[in-house]
């Protein structure tokens, strides 16, 4: 009978020490997985501000590309509105002239 529980007791100790080690080894796995994880995070959050500088450096070169657009246009309505008053200057202080002198 000393001997079944003696046995008992060996067989108990030794479940005790693999349950022990099963949960010593989740540990080690989940600290390994939280590892991964944040190393995850960190490169993620990298890629994601690389893309964010290079989406708002190509923003920025598309906004001064239309702008540069819009300011040749203006400066090109501004000369032919110029070139139209420096030709017809005299036809329209004639013209207004007219106009007054009539009402």
Do not use: C, G, P
């Not at 067989?11 to 080894?25: C, F, G, P, R």
């Not at 995850?40 to 690389?50: F, H, S």
């Not at 309505?77 to 200057?89: E, G, I, R």
């Amino acid at each position: 009978m000393d001997d079944i529980i003696s046995r008992l007791s060996e067989i108990e100790d030794s479940s005790q020490s693999h349950v022990d080690d099963a949960v010593q080894k989740k540990k080690e796995i989940a600290a390994e997985i939280n590892a991964r994880k944040e190393l995850w995070k960190q490169d993620l959050d990298a890629k994601t501000k690389a893309r964010i500088a290079e989406l708002q450096e190509s923003m920025n070169l598309s906004k001064e590309k239309k702008i540069s657009e819009l300011k040749q246009q203006s400066e090109k309505a501004f000369k032919n509105l110029q070139d139209m008053y420096d030709t017809h200057h005299d036809k329209y202080v004639d013209m207004l002239f007219s106009n007054m002198i009539k009402e």
